[in-house]
T-cell receptor
Framework: RKEVEQDPGPFNVPEGATVAFNCTYS??????FFWYRQDCRKEPKLLMS???SGNEDGRFTAQLNRASQYISLLIRDSKLSDSATYLC???????????FGAGTRLFVKA | DTEVTQTPKHLVMGMTNKKSLKCEQH?????MYWYKQKAKKPPELMFV???????INESVPSRFSPECPNSSLLNLHLHALQPEDSALYLC???????????FGPGTRLTVL
């Protein structure tokens, strides 16, 4: 079993749609959680950190469920510019270990 | 200054060459990282420096040799690479270990 698992997609959605991604992790000692987006042939860019209480940044909402060991990302009112690969990232051992999920590909179409 | 810079952007080298990749940040971050990313795969952690000390080596072959001359600079020395080492090499930094990481644009390496 992979340490961090994501549905690879692709997710094809129309503009304005709401889309949700899930990510599961296997190490119960995981401490920090993040969502990154990566455009083709570019570096990953931090989208948001994920906190236990859940957090929101504009159209993006992230949730953490420690009991079930998963994190989620909700994108509301999708824009064409949201088309990218979304990477779930988990960190543990005080940050010595950082594991990326394989990524979920999102295509938003007009 | 809120960015991580990497040089060169592209590098082509033969299997007998020695080259170095450079990474720099001026955000006062004390943790710096090297990742390797193959096409259509996620980044894989290679090395982590925390307060200029190598903190972890993810079983990377010795033909890759990291160096952290000071808190702002990170180098990756390359020697006797193989064609399968061709990849995007990404540098990242974070305030401290475990915090959000900020990535440089990467060096696209091709080994002939």
């Amino acid at each position: 079993r992979k340490e961090v698992e994501q549905d690879p997609g692709p997710f094809n959605v129309p503009e304005g749609a709401t889309v949700a991604f899930n990510c599961t992790y296997s190490n119960s000692a995981s401490q920090s959680f993040f969502w990154y987006r990566q455009d083709c042939r570019k570096e990953p860019k931090l989208l948001m950190s994920v906190y236990s209480s859940g957090n929101e940044d504009g159209r993006f909402t992230a949730q953490l469920n420690r009991a079930s060991q998963y994190i989620s990302l909700l994108i509301r009112d999708s824009k064409l510019s949201d088309s990218a690969t979304y990477l779930c990232v988990v960190s543990y051992l005080g940050g010595f270990k950082t594991i990326f999920g394989a990524g979920t590909r999102l295509f938003v179409k007009a | 200054d809120t960015e991580v810079t990497q040089t060169p952007k592209h590098l082509v080298m033969g299997m007998t060459n020695k080259k170095s990749l450079k990474c720099e940040q001026h955000m006062g971050h004390r943790a710096m990282y090297w990742y390797k990313q193959k096409a259509k795969k996620p980044p894989e952690l290679m090395f982590v420096y925390s307060y200029e000390k190598l903190s972890i080596n993810e079983s990377v072959p010795s033909r890759f040799s990291p160096e952290c001359p000071n808190s702002s600079l990170l180098n990756l020395h390359l020697h006797a690479l193989q064609p399968e080492d061709s990849a995007l090499y990404l540098c990242a930094s974070s305030l401290i270990l475990g915090n959000e990481q900020f990535f440089g644009p990467g060096t696209r390496l091709t080994v002939l």
